[in-house]
């Protein structure tokens, strides 16, 4: 019985909302404060391996295919922009991409396991308890359930093109614009409106508002998980700055 009821996400549902807030703000501070190749490095697999106790890794291929999607579209544009305006050329060189890259993939790694391993009630509860302004703590908590609830509206109209007949690749949207803009991304802006009216409605139906103090009903304290996961993300995050202190190592000459 124990087996079988145990969470697919055993490891993260250990941890309370506020000790993975602590970890996705702990690495995107480090992240811009840092600017050696390997604190970054350091960073981005330790951040990896905390994706992966997400253990859903159809998610993390397609969250993988779509980061990098999106930086081949930018490099491209940025590659005709340096036809016309040659200085930027120098930008688009390998070592100058490496470290933007792995900022942005490292705070992904942090972001998503909090936002599919939280219930609304939850997040809302621990910001909450961090005495968070009410017009701060609720958006942000909409914010985060907003991002497994938009992937499931992207899953469900996907299932619903390939019951119609519409093949919708990489292909398909090169040729046919027009035709992935009316089948594709018009149904996901609509779904992603109203998604973000239910989070609001679902907020306010827990009987959320300014002045509530419904968190102090649901209040947690630090398990010794939760201890255990700050003194490890703790330990990282200094093994980082001594990385960038002791072996500062220019990004040009490492990628060499």
């Known amino acids: 019985m124990q087996a079988s009821s145990a969470s697919k996400f055993d490891v993260l549902t250990r941890l309370d909302v506020r000790s993975k807030m602590l970890i996705a703000a702990l690495a995107a501070v480090m992240t811009i404060a840092l600017s ?13 391996l905390y994706l992966f106790a997400l253990g859903r890794y159809k998610l993390i291929f397609v969250s993988y295919a779509a980061s990098l999607l999106m930086m081949a579209l930018s490099v ?25 890259f792995l900022r942005a993939l490292t705070v992904m790694n942090t ?4 936002a599919f ?10 910001l909450q308890q961090l005495k968070l302004p009410f017009i701060i703590y609720l958006p942000a908590a909409v914010i985060i359930r907003f991002i497994p609830t938009f992937a499931g509206d992207v899953k469900q109209i996907w ?12 292909w398909q949207c090169t ?29 306010e139906l827990k009987g959320l508002h300014a002045g509530s103090n419904s968190g102090s009903m ?4 630090f398990g010794k998980h939760d201890i255990a996961a700050i003194t490890l993300v703790l330990l990282i995050c200094t093994g980082a700055v001594l990385l960038q202190i002791y072996f500062p190592t220019d990004i040009k000459a490492a990628m060499r």
């Open 36 to 48: 050696s190749l390997n604190s970054q490095l350091l960073l981005f697999t330790t951040s990896l």
């Open 175 to 203: 040729i046919h614009p027009i035709r992935t803009t009316r089948l594709l991304f018009t149904p996901l802006l609509f779904r992603a409106l109203k998604t973000s009216d239910e989070l609001g409605i679902a907020a």
């Open 76 to 100: 491209g544009f940025a590659s005709v922009l340096a036809l016309f305006i040659p200085s930027m050329g120098k930008s688009l060189e390998l070592s100058s991409l490496c470290i933007p």
């Open 218 to 221: 649901h209040r947690r304290r």
């Open 159 to 170: 299932e619903s093109l390939k019951i119609r007949g519409f093949k919708i690749n990489p």
């Open 117 to 126: 391993t939280g219930r609304l009630q939850n997040i809302l509860n621990g």
């Open 111 to 114: 972001i998503l396991p909090m």
